[in-house]
């Protein structure tokens, strides 16, 4: 099973405040694991939409130290460590997140630390096979850093590796030529985080014709775009990754909100709730 589940896909302050489009970044299902991956504000309401328990998360990772890609990670933390009565789940982030920016900021709490299982500082560069236990097994998944050109200098997008699967995330950051292409080569599917169209460009972000040139030299299966500001959603998210698609001859999807893609089957569509109450009740009770 590997799957894609977006909690929110908007990028951009308006995103974030008016929630436009949700700001919750997504989930990795993959080897039987949950991964939140950058989970911004919105994060929760749509797990709970989507009946999918927080406390059946085993993993966060957050890529850097801004409010909208771990404003919700402390309300994961809880559910990850059975409302913090026991330790529980990892977390996989920036050293900017648990430890401080250079100016002392740190967005998730020593408290919330200290109820973590694992808690892995991870950044561009590094390779590391992350090991989880789950109901006595070993669940492991390789990850490894890509460095990126964004405001938090500890910030990295990655590559997670499992089940025969790669699946590539930029995070947040301007194209680096070469070595993004280097990075993100064949991979079954690259999440970018594209908040722009076309030229319109703003530093420290991708936007549309970057995103032209990254996957025509980096050739993934599949993109997935997210993390789409204002002005992206204004032009019409689905014709910008027709063209994207045309321009790169690489698949592109504009993601939407609660849609999940399925890497064995290809399917793209809306996330299906559960449909009776004994599902539910199975759901709950993992
Ligand atoms: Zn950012």
Redo the contacts with the bound molecule.
């Keep these: 099973m590997a799957n894609i589940i977006f909690l929110g896909t908007g990028g951009g302050r308006l995103n974030l405040l008016r929630q436009i489009r949700r700001t919750g970044g997504f989930l990795i299902e993959i080897n039987s694991l949950r991964i939140a991956v950058d989970p911004g504000p919105g994060a929760l309401s749509s797990l709970n939409e989507l009946q999918i328990n927080p406390m059946s998360i085993d993993a966060i990772i957050i890529t ?1 130290n ?1 409010i ?2 771990m404003l919700e990670a402390p309300l994961l933390i809880e559910a990850m460590s059975s409302y913090m009565l026991k330790k529980g789940g990892t977390l996989i982030s920036a050293k900017s997140v648990v430890k401080g920016d250079k100016k002392g900021d740190r967005c998730i709490t020593l408290y919330h630390q200290s109820k973590l299982s694992q808690n892995i500082i991870f950044g561009a560069g590094t390779g590391k096979k992350i090991l989880i236990e789950k109901k006595g097994k070993k669940i492991s998944f390789r990850l490894t850093g890509v460095k990126v050109k ?3 200098e500890d ?1 990295f997008g990655f590559v997670l590796e499992a089940g025969g699967k790669r699946i590539g995330y930029t ?2 950051t301007e194209y680096i030529p070469s070595f993004h292409d280097a990075a993100y080569e064949k991979a079954d599917l690259l999440i970018a985080n594209v908040i722009r169209p076309i030229t319109d460009i703003i530093p ?2 991708l936007y549309g014709n970057d995103a032209i040139k990254l996957l025509r030299a980096a050739k993934p299966k599949l993109c997935i775009m997210t993390h789409l500001g204002l002005k992206f959603l204004q032009k019409s998210p689905e014709l910008e990754a027709a063209r994207i698609e045309k321009e790169s001859a690489v698949r592109t999807i504009a993601a939407r909100d609660l849609f999940s893609y399925n890497l064995n089957s290809g399917k793209w569509g809306k996330y299906k709730k559960e449909k009776t109450k004994k599902d539910l009740q199975k759901k709950l009770a993992e």
Excluded: I
């Design positions: 850097h801004h909208d890609h964004h405001d938090d910030g995070s947040d420290g972000h």
